[in-house]
């Protein structure tokens, strides 16, 4: 099948589809008629959305196997996929020092190897096909970095400079690159982020952890500046219907605040500025002791 092919409904693929921005982004575009195909690492927790007449997967960003099984799956019943939505993806929280190096690797895995290698894998047929859609869902942390989340904000960076790469390269395809950069989404897995960070009570960071979660915890608590996955829903929708959709949509004051402040700030002024909203709890002794 090809894009001509007016009777044809356009087929989206989800990844992260089992909560979230995925799941709710999944329900939207089967809303907007989507042949939806909503994909998990387990497949069995997308029951919700099946009942709604998405058709379920397995596919694990980390595990090529699963990528090749699903993309060939979509391909062999509909052609090719108009719409992809690199959702899939975690925070790796903690300390630059104290975050394993398995952590580390993990974190890119899932945030950027596995995106830009289920990318590969259905470009041929978009190509193929002289049109297509890759929304990669980031993050306003793309452009601004807080403390204790230095994994998760380098591989969104990462995304960034993917991104950017990838629009240009396939533009003359006709495959649009979209990137989506929202800030914080109220889902169970905000509380489980800041609820993994862990660190000694004699560590020489304990009273920025401290303070960290005291921030995050009254945030979460007070719902300020989190969105909902509906509403980034919503736009990931208008991105894939849009004739000519932006290359980036930035939603929310603190994805939209926070990115301009890191460029009008310099760096020292940023960090000041980070140094006020993360007030560690207890802060070491100076050494006194006689310089030798």
Same mark, same amino acid.
């Given at each position: 099948?090809?894009? +001509? ?5 356009? *087929? ?13 982004? =999944? ?16 497949? &069995?927790?997308?029951? &919700? ?42 925070? &790796?929280?903690?300390?630059? &020092? ?13 945030? *950027? %190897? ?22 990669? *869902? ?8 807080? @403390? ?5 904000? $380098? ?5 960034? $400079? ?9 533009? @003359? ?22 609820? =993994? ?14 303070? %960290? !979660?005291?921030? +995050? ?6 719902? #300020?500046? %989190? ?19 932006? @290359?980036?949509?930035?939603?929310? =004051?603190?994805?939209?605040?926070? +990115? ?15 140094? !006020?909203?993360?007030? @560690? ?6 050494? #006194?002791?006689?310089?030798?």
């Amino acid at each position: 099948m090809n894009s +001509s092919d007016t009777s044809r409904r356009p *087929v989206a693929l989800i990844t992260g589809a089992s909560s979230g921005i995925g799941q709710a982004t =999944a329900q939207a575009l089967l809303d907007a008629g989507y042949v939806t195909y909503a994909t998990a690492r387990r497949p &069995e927790t997308l029951g &919700e959305l099946t009942a709604r007449g998405a058709h379920a997967l397995r596919l694990d960003t980390t595990d090529e196997d699963s990528m090749i099984a699903a993309v060939r799956a979509v391909e062999a019943d509909h052609g090719h996929i108009d719409v992809l939505v690199n959702n899939a993806g975690y925070g &790796e929280m903690g300390l630059v &020092e104290e975050v394993t190096l398995d952590g580390w690797r993990r974190q890119f895995e899932t945030n *950027v %190897f596995g995106l830009v290698r289920l990318t590969q894998l259905v470009l041929p047929g978009m190509r193929r096909a002289g049109s297509g859609r890759i929304i990669n *869902v980031g993050s306003g942390g793309g452009e601004f970095t807080f @403390p204790l989340a230095g994994a998760y904000h $380098a591989s969104k960076y990462a995304l960034e $400079a993917v991104s950017d790469a990838l629009r240009f390269e396939v533009r @003359p395809f006709g495959v649009e690159v979209v990137l989506i950069q929202p800030s914080p989404v109220r889902t169970p897995l905000a509380t489980t982020t800041v609820d =993994a960070i862990r660190t000694a009570p004699d560590s020489p960071y304990a009273g920025l952890v401290a303070a %960290f !979660r005291q921030l +995050s915890e009254r945030n979460i608590a007070s719902g #300020r500046g %989190f969105l909902s996955a509906e509403s980034v829903a919503r736009v990931i929708v208008e991105a894939a219907q849009a004739r000519r959709p932006r @290359p980036r949509y930035k939603l929310g =004051a603190v994805a939209q605040t926070l +990115s301009l402040l890191r460029h009008l700030l310099s760096d020292r002024s940023w960090d000041a500025l980070l140094g !006020r909203m993360y007030r @560690p709890a207890a802060s070491p002794a100076p050494d #006194r002791r006689a310089r030798a």
